[in-house]
């Protein structure tokens, strides 16, 4: 009866013996096993040498790495992301020429290696031994210099990856642009909002919503990419560990010295991500889920409450 | 002097590939002039009404809006496109509300009704707000300034996508069958919105189902169907004394 809720009685619960799970005890028992053998292993093979990996793990040259490493990552996504929007927006250009050369450099870049990409800015310098900016079809020039000088290989490796990456992320944001309803454009439009105006204010924003998540795998794809630019000689985190063990021959713990920082940052990427996507889902959905903080807290608090309950 | 009517259309035809979906409707809406647009679905009634704004081009025949071509400038006699800056600068002056409502769904429904106004014709952010909170007591909803679209019921919804319409301070209202998504209950607090606001002179066109709402609060009723205009005059006369088969079809299935 519609009722019954009415006298303020919480309804007893329904007195039934739950079923037993027996399957998923034994495999979270074999699990269990296995781990702690993977624990026992790892922390008695002299092997791993572990205290090389404490030795190195904060070294200087190790932390250079590091900061190149973010360099590169922040840079190259900087340049990345910028780039997307803007072939985004040109590949969705009313004139064919315009999507047209949009669409030729997601082609190109996409169709061919990362790796070869990267060598190639590096050997620039053989293709055109002089970079000048001036006027077009060989007209005097404003300023130049020698491809060597202009493209280092720091240069060369920004370019690379940024330049790959807006390749991937011109897809991305090209998703999330036409994942918007096209009800909010007209809607923008028919309260008098320019082209511009509706897809910096109303568009791009929502999109935001599906650009995000693969953003950020986008950057953690990025910030172990940078391990690549090694072979163009840009000390980064990996090519630091390498001249280090090239002398040292001590490749494991080194090795792991590596994957320990590019682990640390990928988790804060994956954390930051985790908070960007929440505030980009506002008005999405009547009530945003709890963070992970604030579930902790609250079954802190109910635990609390079920203690006091008891005692009482 | 007669005085210029807020709409004017002579033969507008419109077409979507071989599909003519438009054949030619002339008609006048006066200012302060509430018309109501009827006719069966796919007959072009809100494809006439989204020409008034130019969201579609017409194909053939004129539209004016308070005595300006929509979409065109006539010089001599030559005729030229607006650039799309200044086709967005006449939409300012008319407001849509459409039937999904439409809601910019990243924005609380106070920001929703600043937006345009701040952003497109530059008013001060505080008098943007304090008119928006007047706008939204006007159509019901003080208190869901904070809200979310997605925390809104459709007729909540709707409200405030009338409000917003209004921020412009527009002199020509369109509504694209602004009912027709919501649950029933939820249809009569839109209607008094749209009531009150006939209720004050503005001019409105209305694209509807609510048969109820022509006959009350209408001036002209307009019976569209297959492209064409049917019937015309005052709702109570047309809806009493249909003249035309189609609309005593049409009238028997719905009333």
Sequence with gaps: MATAVADGRQPEEVPAIPVRHYGRWVVGGVLLVLIANLVYSVSNNPRFEWSVVGQYLLSERVLDGVVMMLELTVISMGLGITL????AVMRMSPNPLVSGVSWMYVWFVRGTPLLVQLLFWSFIAALYPRITFGVPFGGPELFGGHANVVITPFVAAILGLGLNEGAYM???????????????????????????????RIVLPQAMRVIIPPTGNETIQVLKTTSLVSVIAVVDLLYAVQLIYSQSYQQVPL???????????????SIGQ??????????????????????????????????????? | MTAVPMVRA???????????????????????EVMCLLGPSGSGKSTFLRCINHLEKINAGRLWVDGELVGYRESGDKIYELRDSEVARKRTEIGVVFQRFNLFSHMTALENVIEAPVRVKKVP??????????????VGLPEKAAAYPAQLSGGQQQRVAIARALAMRPKLMLFDEPTS???????????????????????????THEIGFAREVGDTLVFMDEGVVVETGHPRAVLANPRHDRTIAFLSKVL
Aim: proline fraction near 3%; glycine fraction near 10%.
């Design chain 1, 84 to 87: 997307g929007v803007v072939l």
């Design chain 1, 170 to 200: 011109a897809e991305i944001v090209r998703a999330g642009i036409l994942s918007v309803d096209e009800g909010q454009v007209e809607s923008a439009h028919s309260l008098g909002m320019t082209r511009l105006q509706t897809l910096r």
């Design chain 1, 255 to 269: 090795l792991i010295v590596a994957c320990v920082w590019y682990l640390v940052f990928t988790t804060i990427l």
């Design chain 1, 274 to 312: 985790y908070y960007i996507e929440r505030h980009y889902g506002r008005g999405t959905s009547r009530q945003l889920p709890p963070t992970p903080i604030q579930r902790g807290r609250l079954l802190i608090r109910r635990m609390r409450g079920v203690a006091a309950r008891e005692g009482a």
């Design chain 2, 10 to 32: 002579e033969g507008v035809h419109k077409s979507f590939g071989p599909l003519e979906v438009l054949k030619g409707i002339t008609l006048e809406v006066a200012a302060g």
């Design chain 2, 125 to 138: 952010r505080a008098q943007a707000v304090k008119e928006a909170h007047e706008l939204l007591a006007r």
């Design chain 2, 181 to 207: 998504a919501l649950d029933p209950e939820l249809v009569g607090d839109v209607l008094d919105a749209m009531r009150d606001l006939a209720r004050q002179g503005m001019t409105m066109v209305v694209v």
